[in-house]
T-cell receptor, first 111, second 116 residues
Framework: RKEVEQDPGPFNVPEGATVAFNCTYSNSASQSFFWYRQDCRKEPKLLMSVYSSGNEDGRFTAQLNRASQYISLLIRDSKLSDSATYLCVVSSSGGYNKLIFGAGTRLAVHP | GAGVSQSPSNKVTEKGKDVELRCDPISGHTALYWYRQSLGQGLEFLIYFQGNSAPDKSGLPSDRFSAERTGGSVSTLTIQRTQQEDSAVYLC??????????????FGPGTRLLVL
């Protein structure tokens, strides 16, 4: 079983749609949680950190449920520019920031 | 300001040859990481440096892989006797302090390695 699992997609949605991505992780001792965005043939870039209390950044909302070991990302009012692969990322419990990446969920927003 | 840079951006090599990949982290960043992304796969951790030492080499896939970091800055990842399964994008990331769990890692653009 992979340490971080995501639905690979692709999610094909029209502009303006709301789309939700889910992710589960297997290591209950994981300390920090992130969503990264990766455009085609580009490096990953941090989208947002994820906190137990939930956090929002504009159209993006992230949630963490430690009991269920579940992370989510909600994108409201999708834009064409949101088309990318979204990577669920968990940091290890080894006292430093070893990131464990999910394989990513592809999002394609169409006009 | 300058981000993480990597060279070469692309490398094509023949099976059995050695390759060296270079990473220049953001100036002042003490933590440096190497990852690998194979086609259609998620990123896979290879090695972590804190300063010049590598406390975690657990992700290196075989003894053909090695890495070093000098002067607390530039790092090189060396793959000896390359195999076709080594073909991937090799990404380097750095973070400011001691690689704490909550720190943001900044990624370089990667080196695309193709082993024929």
């Amino acid at each position: 079983r992979k340490e971080v699992e995501q639905d690979p997609g692709p999610f094909n949605v029209p502009e303006g749609a709301t789309v939700a991505f889910n992710c589960t992780y297997s290591n209950s001792a994981s300390q920090s949680f992130f969503w990264y965005r990766q455009d085609c043939r580009k490096e990953p870039k941090l989208l947002m950190s994820v906190y137990s209390s939930g956090n929002e950044d504009g159209r993006f909302t992230a949630q963490l449920n430690r009991a269920s070991q579940y992370i989510s990302l909600l994108i409201r009012d999708s834009k064409l520019s949101d088309s990318a692969t979204y990577l669920c990322v968990v940091s290890s419990s080894g006292g430093y920031n070893k990131l464990i990446f999910g394989a990513g969920t592809r999002l394609a927003v169409h006009p | 300001g300058a981000g993480v840079s990597q060279s070469p951006s692309n490398k094509v090599t023949e099976k059995g040859k050695d390759v060296e990949l270079r990473c220049d982290p953001i100036s002042g960043h003490t933590a440096l990481y190497w990852y690998r992304q194979s086609l259609g796969q998620g990123l896979e951790f290879l090695i972590y440096f804190q300063g010049n030492s590598a406390p975690d080499k657990s992700g290196l896939p075989s003894d053909r892989f090695s890495a070093e970091r000098t002067g607390g800055s530039v790092s090189t990842l060396t793959i000896q006797r390359t195999q076709q399964e080594d073909s991937a994008v090799y990404l380097c990331a750095s973070s400011p302090k001691r690689g704490l769990a909550e720190e943001t890692q900044y990624f370089g653009p990667g080196t695309r390695l193709l082993v024929l």
